[in-house]
């Protein structure tokens, strides 16, 4: 194992009515006057942005608000925000929504506080913040694990450019996670955001050193627990307690909890698909299941050992004459889990078919944000993300 540093300061409410308790919670943070941040009008329709207004008013703390955050939420939001936030004198942001709402309440922060400098600089990675607003979340999906992390991702419309910057300035103050508030999602929204929550783990699991068994261990139980409760909800949308294992998962997932010793991670699924978000605009986790499967078979060798306990101890495969051949069904058993909560396994599925020019365009995009060449499974170049990609159609 390596050594590691293990920080996780975002307190979590947990539990059904805890929305109501916002305003009580604030004001231990000395909040004088919150922008509430939220996306569709889902969160206006259910009633949830009524109980927290009320809860804040109770509370006496003031509030503006901005809604309208998409999914791969925009930076011409984030400027909004900024803009609203400085005319209004906000101390605090408070993301009613999930992983995009909280994205983009973590780019306004950083903008709101430093108010002279473009918050764009930091997802380019010119320069580094050096403080950020105060904020927290009402959680209503599960699947970024933005409620407890130190990540977000904002898209820049114009030129397509998806891009991520990791700060523990932006860790939030507190999480409300009531798994009711789930409850209305479209089961597209559900299982994508499963896929999400898996993937934070695997991306922290396929690695070439580093790997320390008490991490292992609780990250293929993370993972058994998510393709467990995925498949309940796919046909029982309403049951809590299949709620409330998911969404804890997800912020288990994404808080370095599953890293803890090892060599810090490959995410190279996530970086192929955040140019496909870029160009197509598709849902996240969707994106994440199509390009998976074809990432594996490319790298799979490089990390044998690796591939061989997944299929083993998370898919339960059984084992076979090879290392090789009980991967590869490892794999197959990871295709057929997707399959049966309606996710993709690849492009086409995904609803989208790439030209070579545009393949060749998101692997040249990649390359360049990733620095040339990323990986841990197995570092890939720019060629091989075209690879990639093209077996990914």
């Known amino acids: 194992m390596f050594g590691f540093e293990y920080y996780t300061p975002t307190k979590v409410y947990f539990g059904k009515g805890k929305e109501n308790e916002v305003g009580t919670i604030l004001s231990g943070y000395k909040a004088r006057k919150v922008l509430l941040h939220y996306g569709s009008r889902s969160a206006v329709k259910t009633g949830l942005l009524g109980r927290i207004k009320k809860s804040l008013d109770a509370a006496g703390i003031a509030y503006v608000e901005l809604g309208g955050v998409v999914p791969n939420p925009h930076l011409s939001k984030v400027y909004e925000g900024i803009e609203l936030g400085k005319a209004e004198g906000v101390d605090f942001i408070l993301a009613v929504g999930g992983g995009s709402v909280i994205d983009s309440a973590k780019a306004i922060a950083y903008g709101l506080a430093e108010p002279d400098k473009d918050v764009w600089d930091l997802f380019a990675h010119t320069r580094n913040a050096e403080a950020c607003l105060p904020l927290a979340s009402v959680l209503t999906i599960a699947a ?102 998911i969404m804890w998962s997800g912020s288990l997932a994404h808080n370095g909890l599953t890293g803890c010793g090892n060599d810090g991670g490959d995410f190279m699924s996530h970086m192929l698909e955040h140019e496909m978000g870029g160009m197509f605009d598709v849902t996240h986790g969707a994106g994440l299941a199509a390009v998976w499967p074809s990432w594996a078979r490319y790298v799979y060798r490089e990390c044998l050992p690796r591939f061989v306990r997944y299929a083993v101890k998370v898919m339960g495969v059984e084992p076979g004459a090879t290392d090789e051949e009980t991967a590869l069904k490892g794999i197959e058993a990871m295709e057929d889990f997707y399959h049966s909560i309606a996710m993709p396994v690849n492009m086409r599925e995904l609803g989208i078919a790439p030209t070579e020019e545009q393949i060749l365009e998101m692997a040249r995009r990649c390359a360049v944000t990733v620095g040339g060449v990323k990986g841990s499974a197995k570092k890939l170049n720019e060629e091989d993300m075209a690879a990639i990609y093209r077996m990914a159609l």
Not at 145 to 168: F, H, L, P
Not at 207 to 232: F, P, Y
């Open 144 to 245: 970024a694990g933005s409620e407890t992390s130190n990540s977000c991702v904002i898209t820049k419309a114009d030129t397509a450019d998806k891009r991520a910057y990791d700060d523990d300035l932006s860790r939030p103050k507190f999480a409300i996670m009531n798994p009711e508030l789930t409850m209305t999602l479209p089961d597209y929204q559900t299982e994508s955001g499963c896929v999400d929550i898996m993937m934070h783990t695997m991306e922290r699991y396929f690695t070439q050193g580093g790997n320390m068994e008490l991490t292992d261990e609780i990250a293929e139980g993370l993972l058994r627990t998510v393709i467990k409760n995925a498949q309940i909800l796919h046909t029982d949308p309403e049951n809590y307690e299949a709620r409330a294992e």
